[in-house]
């Protein structure tokens, strides 16, 4: 055979809209017996492989070549970089101009074809979106290998749901439980109507908190980034902004101060809703989302990465659909209050009950600095105690400043007073420290893969090695202010067994930390479905394009089953 027949190629963009960074991907096949040069030519006679784009109204970045296979060839008596079977290249929208048009989209790919015995002269082939081939009756081997949900809707609608209950359960929600529980037992001697309106305040604030995310992640989605469930823990000034309140809000468990409005602005009130508590429990409700987030969840996990890619509607459907799962059993609480009847009445044991959330609030704030250690380092960690501690004497401050009773002013003042110094703490103290703990540790980074336990640190470089070298490679997606993906670190990950499975299967084990921001693990979460950690994956020597999705709750015989 002296002649190739032209190789098969294929142009896709991702569902949904596009914006900036939108990667475009064009699958090329080639024919068997036959191979084309790599984009970087192994000698100077020889062409490499190119590739073209173009569309109205956008440009696009320099394609993204998968690694090449060197290969001995007989002809040419040298050792060549080829592509053969199949090469996928990804292209991302560099800039987008009013009235574009993604269906103009044309791509021309230039190569030159060799077999063992001949090399043929340089060729190119083109296709746009619009040809008929790429249509409906288009070659299911053509279909990019990104993984995609293969769920109907409806289901992935009852997965968010059900993960959304779920997460009530997860290690991350677990220190905040107490504080949601306490407020029920306080009020549960009261009219069904009020519980059902406290129930309803809680679930407001969890709606409201949800659709706040979901915005944030359609304006970082517009912008060009990609955004991932607890993607705000990733921020020293969130994590910051969170300690610092769950210490004031302890301190006021602790009696040290209450937030009170004039007899006569709560006469008020009271009169026209009847609805003492309600401010508490939406705010209950906002808490109760902050702190949920970090950590996906069983069900979760898959309808929040297809949530992720969808248009903005579905995207808010979700989110929506996820905000009840969470609120569920509050509002069955709330509309069946019976079940607090277990409940001794409210009395003196409510106040050291008062106390026992408190310390379990200090708990939870004491988890986030240990986050915030994992982020920056020591030097950071103790500037954010710094401001938690002063936030909690500030709320103490104001008790004895400005006790109930006395002038509403007095409390306004004190508050904006204190407000003011622990936000210069903030600016002049706490902020630079963290910055010069953050240039340490960039300064510091170990440039060798391999760490103590044997885990390569991930990047998309050392997965095109392991592919190229045809090996196995598990993938743990992590994060240092994710509890669930510790818990299975702990109870599974460390366990000999599992060392033994990868040695036996001659496994890479690569780790994939995204404690901070980092581009390549936030593309690699959508490639593989997923919004948020922890992700477990194997990506098999055999088909390396389709790696394997491990539940987020990981056992042993769970990666065992995979890698056999």
Same mark, same amino acid.
């Given at each position: 055979?002296?002649?190739?027949?032209?190789?098969?190629?294929?142009?896709?963009?991702?569902?949904?809209?596009?914006?900036?960074?939108?990667?475009?991907?064009?699958?090329?096949?080639?024919?068997?017996?036959?191979?084309?040069?790599?984009?970087?030519?192994?000698?100077?006679?020889?062409?490499?492989?190119?590739?073209?784009?173009?569309?109205?109204?956008?440009?696009?970045?320099?394609?993204?070549?998968?690694?090449?296979?060197?290969?001995?060839?007989?002809?040419?008596?040298?050792?060549?970089?080829?592509?053969?079977?199949?090469?996928?290249?990804?292209?991302?929208?560099?800039?987008?101009?009013?009235?574009?048009?993604?269906?103009?989209?044309?791509?021309?790919?230039?190569?030159?074809? !060799?077999?063992?015995?001949?090399?043929?002269?340089?060729?190119?082939?083109?296709?746009?979106?619009?040809?008929?081939?790429?249509?409906?009756?288009?070659?299911?081997?053509?279909?990019?290998?990104?993984?995609?949900?293969?769920?109907?809707?409806?289901?992935?609608?009852?997965?968010?749901?059900?993960?959304?209950?779920?997460?009530?359960?997860?290690?991350?929600?677990?220190?905040?439980?107490?504080?949601?529980?306490?407020?029920?037992?306080?009020?549960?001697?009261?009219?069904?109507?009020?519980?059902?309106?406290?129930?309803?305040?809680?679930?407001?604030?969890?709606?409201?908190?949800?659709?706040?995310?979901?915005?944030?992640?359609?304006?970082?989605?517009?912008?060009?980034?990609?955004?991932?469930?607890?993607?705000?823990?990733?921020?020293?000034?969130?994590?910051?902004?969170?300690?610092?309140?769950?210490?004031?809000?302890?301190?006021?468990?602790?009696?040290?101060?209450?937030?009170?409005?004039?007899?006569?602005?709560?006469?008020?009130?009271?009169?026209?809703?009847?609805?003492?508590?309600?401010?508490?429990?939406?705010?209950?409700?906002?808490?109760?989302?902050?702190?949920?987030?970090? !950590?996906?969840?069983?069900?979760?996990?898959?309808?929040?990465?297809?949530?992720?890619?969808?248009?903005?509607?579905?995207?808010?459907?979700?989110?929506?659909?996820?905000?009840?799962?969470?609120?569920?059993?509050?509002?069955? %609480?709330?509309?069946?209050?019976?079940?607090?009847?277990?409940?001794?009445?409210?009395?003196?044991?409510?106040?050291?009950?008062?106390?026992?959330?408190?310390?379990?609030?200090?708990?939870?704030?004491?988890?986030?600095?240990?986050?915030?250690?994992?982020?920056?380092?020591?030097?950071?960690?103790?500037?954010?105690?710094?401001?938690?501690?002063? !936030?909690?004497?500030?709320?103490?401050?104001?008790?004895?400043?400005?006790?109930?009773?006395?002038?509403?002013?007095?409390?306004?003042?004190?508050?904006?007073?204190?407000? %003011?110094?622990? %936000?210069?703490?903030?600016?002049?103290?706490?902020?630079?420290?963290?910055?010069?703990?953050?240039?340490?540790?960039?300064?510091?980074?170990?440039?060798?893969?391999?760490?103590?336990?044997?885990?390569?640190?991930?990047?998309?470089?050392?997965?095109?090695?392991?592919?190229?070298?045809?090996?196995?490679?598990?993938?743990?997606?992590?994060?240092?202010?994710?509890?669930?993906?510790?818990?299975?670190?702990?109870?599974?990950?460390?366990?000999?067994?599992?060392?033994?499975?990868?040695?036996?299967?001659?496994?890479?084990?690569?780790?994939?930390?995204?404690?901070?921001?980092?581009?390549?693990?936030?593309?690699?979460?959508?490639?593989?479905?997923?919004?948020?950690?922890?992700?477990?994956?194997?990506?098999?020597?055999?088909?390396?394009?389709?790696?394997?999705?491990?539940?987020?709750?990981?056992?042993?015989?769970?990666?065992?089953?995979?890698?056999?």
């Amino acid at each position: 055979m002296n002649n190739m027949p032209p190789p098969q190629i294929a142009l896709f963009y991702p569902e949904g809209s596009i914006s900036v960074g939108t990667k475009v991907t064009i699958k090329v096949i080639i024919p068997k017996r036959w191979h084309i040069n790599a984009n970087i030519a192994a000698d100077e006679f020889l062409k490499p492989s190119t590739i073209e784009i173009a569309a109205k109204g956008l440009t696009f970045d320099a394609p993204l070549w998968p690694p090449a296979l060197k290969e001995y060839s007989d002809a040419l008596e040298l050792e060549n970089l080829i592509f053969k079977d199949t090469l996928q290249i990804l292209i991302s929208v560099k800039s987008i101009s009013l009235g574009y048009d993604s269906t103009t989209t044309n791509v021309t790919f230039g190569y030159q074809a !060799c077999s063992n015995f001949i090399c043929l002269a340089p060729n190119q082939v083109r296709a746009t979106v619009g040809n008929k081939a790429l249509g409906e009756e288009q070659d299911k081997s053509l279909l990019p290998s990104k993984k995609k949900s293969t769920e109907p809707l409806a289901l992935l609608l009852l997965f968010a749901f059900l993960g959304g209950l779920v997460l009530n359960l997860m290690p991350c929600v677990l220190p905040v439980l107490s504080l949601k529980l306490f407020s029920l037992i306080k009020h549960s001697r009261e009219s069904k109507k009020h519980l059902f309106a406290l129930g309803l305040a809680l679930t407001t604030g969890v709606l409201i908190s949800f659709w706040v995310l979901a915005a944030l992640i359609v304006i970082v989605r517009m912008g060009g980034g990609n955004a991932g469930w607890g993607m705000q823990f990733q921020s020293i000034g969130f994590i910051a902004f969170m300690v610092a309140i769950l210490f004031t809000f302890a301190t006021s468990l602790f009696g040290a101060f209450e937030v009170w409005l004039p007899s006569k602005t709560l006469t008020q009130m009271d009169k026209a809703t009847h609805k003492d508590g309600i401010p508490g429990a939406f705010f209950t409700g906002i808490l109760l989302v902050l702190l949920s987030t970090p !950590c996906s969840a069983p069900f979760l996990g898959t309808a929040m990465g297809f949530a992720f890619g969808a248009s903005i509607p579905l995207l808010f459907l979700f989110f929506t659909v996820a905000a009840l799962g969470l609120s569920f059993p509050y509002i069955l %609480v709330s509309v069946f209050p019976k079940a607090l009847k277990v409940f001794p009445k409210p009395g003196a044991w409510m106040q050291k009950l008062q106390k026992l959330m408190g310390l379990l609030l200090l708990g939870t704030a004491a988890w986030l600095l240990w986050i915030a250690f994992g982020v920056t380092g020591e030097k950071g960690m103790t500037s954010i105690l710094i401001l938690g501690i002063s !936030c909690g004497i500030s709320g103490a401050i104001l008790g004895k400043l400005a006790p109930p009773h006395k002038p509403f002013y007095r409390e306004i003042i004190a508050a904006v007073m204190l407000i %003011v110094v622990n %936000v210069c703490l903030w600016l002049y103290v706490v902020e630079p420290r963290i910055h010069d703990d953050l240039t340490q540790k960039a300064k510091a980074t170990e440039i060798q893969a391999l760490d103590k336990e044997g885990w390569y640190r991930y990047s998309p470089e050392l997965m095109k090695y392991f592919e190229a070298e045809g090996r196995t490679v598990f993938v743990d997606v992590t994060a240092s202010w994710c509890l669930t993906c510790k818990a299975n670190e702990a109870a599974v990950l460390a366990r000999d067994t599992v060392d033994n499975l990868f040695e036996h299967y001659n496994v890479a084990k690569v780790k994939a930390d995204w404690t901070t921001q980092n581009k390549d693990i936030s593309d690699l979460l959508v490639l593989l479905g997923r919004s948020g950690v922890p992700v477990y994956a194997v990506f098999p020597r055999s088909n390396f394009e389709n790696p394997i999705v491990l539940p987020e709750i990981l056992t042993v015989d769970a990666i065992e089953g995979v890698l056999k």
